[in-house]
């Protein structure tokens, strides 16, 4: 018996190495590095703009919530205009917010980046079920050595799907 085991052993570990071999190249495209090296200060500004963001969003200052947001228009951080502003408020009031916090970091590029706040919509929500839990997504991009917050748009101009393709 221990020598049928010892086989099965062998011949799956020999299946798994040339399944190795032979996937190699979908393998290297599967995790890419990121196309920009971040320092640790890129690191503490983007948590320190996410948590003043959450810390809005928690408080229901909307107005300052809408000011901290921009879009990327020809290269540049553009303002939200009045509209764009006044939409943004008018839909994020919709929204129930018990507590935020921080989900997820995904740093990539200068302006193709994802960050996952979790809302706590109902006092009894539950992150593990989800139940009474939403989640706003925001695309951290730079310029000129500063950042912004952008709402993650998969129509915003130099965002591109990585995973998942």
């Given at each position: 018996?221990?020598?049928?085991?010892?086989?099965?052993?062998?011949?799956?570990?020999?299946?798994?190495?040339?399944?190795?071999?032979?996937?190699?190249?979908?393998?290297?495209?599967?995790?890419?590095?990121?196309?920009?090296?971040?320092?640790?200060?890129?690191?503490?500004?983007?948590k320190r703009?996410?948590?003043?963001?959450i810390g809005?969003?928690?408080q229901g200052?909307?107005?300052?919530?809408?000011?901290?947001?921009?879009?990327?228009?020809?290269?540049?951080?553009?303002?939200?205009?009045?509209?764009?502003?006044?939409?943004?408020?008018?839909?994020?009031?919709?929204?129930?917010?018990?507590?935020?916090?921080?989900?997820?970091?995904?740093?990539?590029?200068?302006?193709?980046?994802?960050?996952?706040?979790?809302?706590?919509?109902?006092?009894?929500?539950?992150?593990?079920?989800?139940?009474?839990?939403?989640?706003?997504?925001?695309?951290?991009?730079?310029?000129?050595?500063?950042?912004?917050?952008?709402?993650?748009?998969?129509?915003?101009?130099?965002?591109?799907?990585?995973?998942?393709?």
């Open positions: 018996m221990t020598r049928y085991f010892s086989l099965f052993v062998i011949v799956m570990a020999g299946l798994f190495m040339a399944g190795c071999k032979q996937h190699k190249k979908v393998d290297e495209g599967f995790l890419r590095e990121a196309a920009m090296d971040y320092s640790s200060s890129d690191s503490a500004e983007i703009l996410v948590d003043e963001y809005y969003l928690k200052d909307y107005e300052r919530l809408a000011d901290m947001l921009y879009l990327v228009q020809d290269n540049h951080a553009v303002p939200y205009s009045e509209g764009l502003r006044d939409s943004f408020i008018t839909g994020v009031k919709t929204i129930p917010v018990v507590d935020a916090t921080l989900n997820s970091i995904l740093l990539r590029d200068n302006v193709n980046n994802e960050v996952g706040i979790a809302i706590k919509m109902i006092d009894d929500g539950d992150p593990n079920s989800k139940r009474g839990i939403t989640h706003l997504y925001l695309n951290p991009v730079v310029f000129d050595g500063k950042w912004y917050l952008t709402l993650l748009d998969m129509n915003a101009e130099g965002y591109r799907k990585i995973y998942g393709e």
